[in-house]
């Protein structure tokens, strides 16, 4: 009863101080001695650059435990940056069969016109719903997919699907506040001009789609398993070649149904209509992501182990191994009971200009063998020691102070207690399959922006 009370003690004044503390940037006043323990700062740390081989990126990825899937928004484009190199973020999808029963187009029908219509994750800003150089043009190239995809298949950042024609290409900026305006048809009424809000459309090539579904062979709309058959799905990739800056990446929204489509206009001696073809996170999606690091500061410090500065990257592209070597010296004479710990984190003046500060970094244990992250135990909303202030507030960036403030008192409790070991412990980004961003931070030995491990403990007596 003893331990359980002093248990309950330590983690009040651990709720105390995350919840008065007022300076994200570090334990808060200075000198060494507190009301609430001792502080030290003088910990070595230790980092190293590793790629991310793959990551998750199908639809039916659950994140850190949760019940729904977390993957369901999809990303697009194309960036080239001076330290980070090219990548390249392409989607692949299938499509949803047009009507529950057997369908086909009326006879002597005559397309018009067709595209597809890709709508923004968020339009209430472009930093909720792209990533890079906001004046960026793109050229979209849609590809039809020569590679079948499954519902029922796990799929990685590298997988990559061949295709067999090019359906359509079409340029655009990110315009998440830009309102569309198109024609909409009634039958028996005259065409109306209708405002369907901000979205991408790209037109496909008449001639393909005309071959493709207006006068696609007979059967091919009879069964959800026929349709499949005859158009395995679409590629959506940037076109490296009209990017002449930084380019950046596009958050959309093809998780529901009435947002993201394929839409036919046809008409007939009769008739004006349009047909539709979905798309929704009810089918197999997946992104493919690609890097390119030649001749950047990224691949020396893959080559050459630099503890100056610090890189992480989303898209399955860099991340840094963090190890905390000496920290066991702390029960040297004695157990401690750990108030508070945090990992503080800079960034590095001048790396925001083009591709903006993430908003927040964290360190988990890698992935499993199904491509679950292994979060420590302040990022595991399954340990019941987690202070649900302390996860929400960590790893957020500090905009006055340009740095991250990493909780890990319970991970480095654990050290000192024998229960965990800091041999696989990344600096990385929150489910890195659904944002782009990057960083450069200084290390453990960086000039002015030295990253350091903070600790507020208690002795046991």
Known sequence: ?????????????????????????GIGLDGTEYQNGTQADGFVVTSQL??????????????????????????????????????????????????????????????D????????????????????????????????????????????SDKYFNTVA???????????????????????????????????RIPLDNNYAYQKFVNAPAGSFNSVAAFNAYIKGIKLRIDPASVPGGGGV?????????????????HNSTDTSFKKIAISGAIAQTNYFKHDYSGTPVADALANNNQQTIYVQALAGVKTQIKFPDVKSLTANGRKA????????????????TFAAPK??????????????????DLNYYDSR??????????????????????????????????????NLFLTFDNPAQIAERAVLGGPSGPGVTMKLRIIYSDIK
Do not use: W
Request: aromatic content about 12%.
């Open 338 to 353: 750990i108030n508070k710990a945090e990992l503080v984190v800079s960034l590095n003046s001048g790396t925001d200009a």
């Open 250 to 266: 596009v958050y959309l929204n093809m998780n529901t149904s009435e947002k993201s489509n394929i839409f036919l206009y046809y």
């Open 1 to 25: 009863m003893k331990f359980l009370k002093l248990d309950l003690l330590i983690l009040l004044i651990s709720l105390f101080i995350f919840s008065g503390c007022e300076n994200p940037d």
């Open 166 to 200: 090019t359906m359509g290409t079409g340029f655009f900026v990110a315009s998440p506040r830009k309102n569309i305006y198109v024609y909409n048809f009634i039958d028996g009424a005259p065409d109306t001009l209708v405002n369907v809000g901000p979205q991408i």
């Open 113 to 156: 016109s067709a595209v597809l219509v890709l709508s923004y994750v968020d339009t209430s800003d472009i930093k909720n719903t792209y990533y890079g150089d906001a004046s960026t043009k793109f050229k979209a190239v849609i590809e039809e997919l020569g590679d079948p995809l499954r519902i029922d298949t796990t799929y990685y």
């Open 386 to 423: 987690i202070s649900p202030t302390g996860s929400v507030l960590s790893g957020y960036y500090n905009t006055s102070k340009k740095n991250y403030s990493i909780n890990v008192t319970k991970y480095i409790q654990d050290i000192l207690d024998g229960k965990a070991s800091d041999d």
């Open 50 to 111: 590793v790629t991310d081989a793959h990551i998750r990126t199908d639809n039916r990825f659950t994140y850190n435990g949760s019940n729904t899937n977390t993957n369901l928004m999809k990303l697009l484009g194309y960036m080239n940056d001076p330290v980070f190199g090219k990548t390249e973020v392409e989607i692949n999808s299938q499509l949803i069969k047009p009507d529950t029963a057997a369908f086909k187009f009326p006879a002597g029908a005559i397309l």
């Open 360 to 377: 927040r970094i964290i360190l988990n244990q890698g992935v499993d063998k199904a491509g679950a992250y292994v979060q420590i135990p």
